[in-house]
Antibody, heavy 117, light 106 residues
Framework: EVQLVESGGGLVQPGGSLRLSCAASGFTFSTYDMHWVRQVTGKGLEWVSAIDTAGDPYYPGSVKGRFTISRENAKNSLYLQMNSLRAGDTAVYYC???????????WGQGTLVTVSS | SYELTQPPSVSVSPGQTASITCSGDKLGDKYACWFQQKPGQSPVLVIYQDSKRPSGIPERFSGSNSGNTATLTISGTQTMDEADYYCQAWDSRSVVFGGGTKLTVL
């Protein structure tokens, strides 16, 4: 069974940093592109970052230069290093698996990040 | 940047057909997929590659994509289908989501 389990969320002050982790199991992690998607409470889904099987990262303009996605295939783990956090980054962050460029077929339960003083 | 537009809400009576649209420039030239999200839960993929259903998704869910519009159709809508629905497509290497549509079954 495919499982994605996020961790590392919490309360952080504006300007601070946080590192999210996603532990993957039930599939060959190294052969899938992986993504982070976030959702502000009561709002829609927003793509945050992606990393392909070669380790190349991709970001939207809203987080480029502040967030860094990485993966450690030996540990079946995905990470998101978030720096210079702002109130607008407050959201639930989901780890998700992309399959074949067609969609995200598995999602974690999400981890809540709250940026507040 | 590329944008996908969905109606904020759609209402349907139980047993009837619900259609949720997703509009974007030349969206038909891209693959679209759809996610269902119920309160307090993570999104679930219900349609990928415009019209394919993942295993476990009921046959009443179908999709199409042509021109500038992708459509999610739910035939014989059930009360359990009440949820938020999001379309999604790729623009180059970026992922784009629609704003979401709240489907009310009443």
């Amino acid at each position: 069974e495919v499982q994605l389990v996020e961790s590392g969320g919490g309360l952080v002050q504006p300007g601070g940093s946080l590192r999210l982790s996603c532990a993957a199991s039930g599939f060959t992690f190294s052969t899938y592109d992986m993504h982070w998607v976030r959702q502000v409470t009561g709002k829609g889904l927003e793509w945050v970052s992606a990393i392909d099987t070669a380790g190349d990262p991709y970001y939207p303009g809203s987080v480029k230069g502040r967030f860094t996605i990485s993966r450690e295939n030996a540990k079946n783990s995905l990470y998101l290093q978030m720096n210079s956090l702002r109130a607008g980054d407050t959201a639930v962050y989901y780890c998700t698996r992309e399959f074949g460029g067609y969609g995200f077929d598995h999602w974690g339960q999400g981890t809540l990040v709250t940026v507040s003083s | 940047s590329y944008e996908l537009t969905q109606p904020p809400s759609v209402s349907v009576s139980p047993g009837q057909t619900a259609s949720i649209t997703c509009s974007g420039d030349k969206l038909g030239d891209k693959y679209a997929c759809w996610f269902q999200q119920k309160p307090g839960q993570s999104p679930v993929l219900v349609i990928y590659q415009d019209s394919k259903r993942p295993s476990g998704i009921p046959e009443r869910f179908s999709g199409s994509n042509s021109g500038n519009t992708a459509t999610l159709t739910i035939s014989g809508t059930q009360t359990m289908d009440e949820a938020d629905y999001y379309c999604q497509a790729w623009d180059s290497r970026s992922v784009v989501f629609g704003g979401g549509t709240k489907l009310t079954v009443l």
